[in-house]
């Protein structure tokens, strides 16, 4: 019984290193179809999915073509619209990272006022364990995952401890880097955008639906019912009657006809005075 088992699993062996070599020599589909050219010999191969067997790449001349969402360690994105980091030394990153691996040093201006931009900002590379939990939650997309896998040095320190120069790629690096993902982010933003915008649009329009409505109400308000009209006008009668039919016209409301009427008295008892005064002049004379 072990026999026949350890020949059918050489046999297997066999048909696969067959199936490796057909397929190494054979045209259509090639190992080298949709692959990049590069300089003294190199190549890049991006093996197709119709393509079976095992190839075998003559690193570091032939390599395969990365996944898109292949991550390494991170790097810094800059913008190169705003002419400035992405990165605003919040040190977010810096607290969820598992290993600690990362450091950063907010800047400041003249005045020693702290600024929203690092000074300094440093990854170990040998620590980083490529979890991406910094890209996941970094509020202004300003780290993502790098390709560079290629990080060989003789010296650990201070070799694998890249700081914020070696760090930071333009946008545009991570654009062809991540074709996909970045595709959906600018989407994402767009549509972010095109919400804020109509909902500041719908504010404004309800702010102006009701300083309308406040408008209408105040000038409602301002004017009189019939029933205050004839309520004034009883009270204006009494105020005639007692001032022995003297009329005050008013203008300004209760409170006016009531100063009205008080200068009315006032003026009546003045008229009074200057006749007593006057009889009691001619009586004396």
Request: net charge neutral; charged share 30%; hydrophobic share 40%.
């Amino acid at each position: 019984m072990f026999g026949t088992g350890l020949l059918k699993g050489l046999g297997i062996t066999l048909k696969h290193a067959m199936d490796t070599f057909a397929d190494d020599r054979q045209n259509v589909p090639s190992r080298y179809q949709d692959s990049v050219k590069g300089g003294n010999g190199r190549r890049v191969i991006d093996q197709p999915i119709t393509q079976e067997g095992i190839l075998t790449i003559q690193y570091p001349e032939e390599r395969r073509l990365l996944p898109e969402r292949f991550r390494y360690i991170p790097m810094l994105i800059w913008d190169t619209q705003a002419n400035e980091d992405k990165c605003t030394a919040c040190g977010i990153c810096a607290k969820v990272c598992p290993p600690q691996c990362i450091w950063i040093v907010r800047d400041m201006d003249a005045n020693g006022k702290p600024v929203a931009r690092p000074a300094e900002f440093y990854i170990d590379a040998a620590v980083c364990m490529s979890c991406s939990f910094c890209v996941e939650f970094c509020p202004f997309d300003a780290i993502k995952m790098n390709h560079d896998f290629e990080l060989a040095v003789y010296d650990r320190y201070p070799q694998l401890v890249y700081d914020k120069a070696e760090l930071t790629v333009p946008v545009e690096y991570y654009a062809a880097l991540w074709p996909t993902q970045f595709a959906a982010e600018e989407e994402a933003k767009r549509q972010k955008e095109a919400e804020d915008k109509a909902k500041a649009e719908a504010k404004a329009k309800a702010d102006a639906e009701k300083a309308a409505k406040a408008a209408i109400a105040s000038a409602a308000a301002a004017k009189p019912t019939p029933a205050v009209v004839e309520a004034k006008a009883t009270a204006t009668g009494d105020a005639i009657a007692s001032n022995g039919g003297v009329v005050v016209a008013s203008a300004d409301g209760g409170a006016s006809d009531e100063a009205a009427a008080k200068k009315a008295r006032l003026d009546e008892l003045k008229r009074k005075a200057a006749e007593t005064a006057k009889k009691r002049k001619e009586g004396g004379a």
